[in-house]
Structure formats: C-alpha cells, structure tokens
C-alpha cells in the first residue's frame, strides 16, 4: 500500500509541505517501509543511532499491536542514523533497542551517512527500511498468523531546519507538535 503523509496539524505555526509517501509491503519475515520525500531544505547533523535524528530531515514510523500498551518508534533521518524503541509514553518506560536490534534493521538511503549541516534548495531523497516482524510482535515468526494487524502512524519532520514542519499521515488534533500520541494511530494491514 502506497499512503500520503500529508497531514498538517499545525498549519498557523508550521505551514511547510514537503511532498512524502510511504509504501508499505511485508514478505512474512521483514516490513518493508519505503519513503519518498521532495522538499526543500535537507540536513544531516546526526549520525549515530539513538541520536537526534527528528531534529534532521527525518521520516518516522510508529506502531503499535493491538491490545498491547506499549508502542514502537523507528525515527530514520536522511542518511540513516535511526532512533528506535519501545515505550507508554513520549518519557513513559522508554526501552532503547539494543545495538542487536538496531542492526538487524536494514538500511538504504539516498545520501551516504556522512554529515552535513542544512543546504538550500530542492532535495528528492528516499530512505528504504526493512524491520523484522519479529522485533515488532516479539515473538518468533513462527508463531504469526497472517493478515495481522498494527496500529500505526507516518511522520516526516525536521525540527531544527529552516523551515520546520510535522507532517502526519493520520491527523493529530493537540494544540503543538507531538508525534507519540496512540490515540491517534490509525490500522494497517499486512496480508
């Protein structure tokens, strides 16, 4: 499935548009999450995981399985430094993944990881993530049973560039910029 993360919930502060899909596929082992983005402004500060990549020109997928109360966050900036984990909350029982689980996330991006402070202009850039289902559900994929279900939200941001913005695929009606909120995941499908 091919979405539009195109949603702007703060439009009187934070009125920027890039152009950002996402196309989603699963093979029964890995989610595919494949992002294009077309926008102005590009940079690339971070380059570590768990560092602060939404601070960057970054692209971010949340989920949740139902029932569960905890939800996942898998933050990838422009060259690949990721900031992922488990959590309740925003500050709530943060669970970093660990470096085994990091690096079992594959990787592919347009720009090499190297860093670069903020460049003018017109940028189309794409990163391509694979996440094991396992690490998702937390459990061998032995044990899954399709079609299964996530609770899910698609985010492109860039806190500290020029122009920054907080787009959404689902909308998110709070007064200012915050991405972990469950409440407003919407449901996807893998089949």
């Not at 594959?106 to 993530?129: I, M, P, Q, S």
Request: aromatic content about 12%; glycine content about 4%.
């Amino acid at each position: 499935m091919k979405l539009k993360v195109n949603q702007v919930n703060w439009p009187a502060d934070f009125p920027e548009k890039p152009e950002v899909t996402v196309e989603v596929s699963n093979d029964h082992e890995r989610l595919f999450l494949h992002w294009h983005v077309k926008g102005e402004q590009l940079r690339a500060v971070t380059t570590e995981d768990q560092g602060a990549v939404w601070e960057d020109s970054c692209v971010e997928f949340f989920c949740q399985v139902p029932g569960d109360k905890h939800y996942m966050n898998f933050e990838t900036n422009c060259i690949g430094a990721m900031v992922g984990s488990r959590r309740l909350g925003r500050a709530e029982d943060v669970q970093p993944l660990t470096p085994d689980e990091m690096h079992s996330i594959k990787r592919t991006c347009t720009y090499a990881r190297e860093a670069f402070e903020e460049k003018d202009g017109l940028f189309e850039w794409e990163v391509k993530l694979e996440i094991p289902l396992s690490l998702i559900f937390q459990c061998p994929i032995s044990n899954l049973q399709f079609p299964l279900k996530l609770r899910a939200n698609f985010y492109k941001c860039a806190d500290q560039t020029k122009r920054p913005h907080f787009l959404s695929w689902r909308p998110i009606d709070l007064p200012k910029p915050d991405f972990h909120c469950p409440q407003f995941f919407g449901e996807i499908e893998l089949v």
